[in-house]
């Protein structure tokens, strides 16, 4: 069964940076784009950024653009998001998804498989 | 890029059949047809329920359907089941090469 398992996940202050890890089982992690998606609080799901298989291509959300970077390591099935420059309304749970196919850009559009989320709270 | 608009809430009794509507642009939903919905219980994550309008992964029952009409996509549930009560969101890829969710719906079993 395909697992993912987010972490890194805390407290920070407004200005501070993170970063998030997703350690993937039980598929050919370097053949998927993961993604990184968000939900606040009591609010709806946010696309922030996603990756493809190879890591040659990444994509982000313009809330997010310039501040956090994604990146993933094949040989650890492990994707990162680094998050600098921390807001407020950076918090959120962050949810990691596999692509629900491995050709093309599908894998960026549907996800078959998300973590169960890591909690990042920005406050002073 | 602005969320697609989703009912903020749906309600329908079992058995019934219920639509949940999702509106967004010619930039989004009517420009292309990738379309999913996503189910998501309290305090658990996102289930892919649909994907490119009208698919259905395996394992998801056939009483969930999509269809889309211009810039409006729709998910429908016949024979309404109590474990069906959840929130819905659907996505849709964009012309920036980026997704977009919607509001999401809550949707009441009676």
């Known amino acids: 069964e395909v697992q993912l398992l987010e972490s890194g996940g805390g407290l920070v202050q407004p200005g501070g940076s993170l970063r998030l890890s997703c350690a993937a089982s039980e598929f050919t992690f370097s053949n998927y784009a993961m993604t990184w998606v968000r939900q606040a609080p009591g609010k709806g799901l946010e696309w922030v950024s996603a990756i493809s298989g190879s890591g040659g291509s990444t994509y982000y959300a313009d809330s997010v653009k310039g501040r956090f970077t994604i990146s993933r390591d094949n040989s650890k099935n492990t994707v990162y998001l680094q998050m600098n420059s921390l807001r407020a309304e950076d918090t959120a749970v962050y949810y990691c998804?596999?692509?629900?196919?491995?050709?093309?850009?599908?894998?960026?559009?549907?996800?078959?498989?998300w973590g169960q989320g890591t909690l990042v709270t920005v406050s002073s | 890029q602005s969320a697609l608009t989703q009912p903020a809430s749906v309600s329908g009794s079992p058995g019934q059949s219920i639509t949940i509507s999702c509106t967004g642009t010619s930039s989004d939903v009517g420009g292309y047809n990738y379309v999913s919905w996503y189910q998501q219980h309290p305090g658990k994550a996102p289930k892919l329920m649909i994907y490119e309008v009208s698919n259905r992964p395996s394992g998801v029952p056939d009483r969930f359907s999509g269809s889309k009409s211009g810039n409006t996509a729709s998910l429908t549930i016949s024979g309404l089941q109590a474990e069906d009560e959840a929130d819905y969101y659907c996505s849709s890829y964009t012309s920036s090469s980026t997704l977009v969710f919607g509001g999401g719906t809550k949707m009441t079993v009676l």
């Open positions: 998804a596999k692509g629900l196919c491995s050709v093309g850009s599908c894998g960026r559009r549907h996800f078959d498989y």
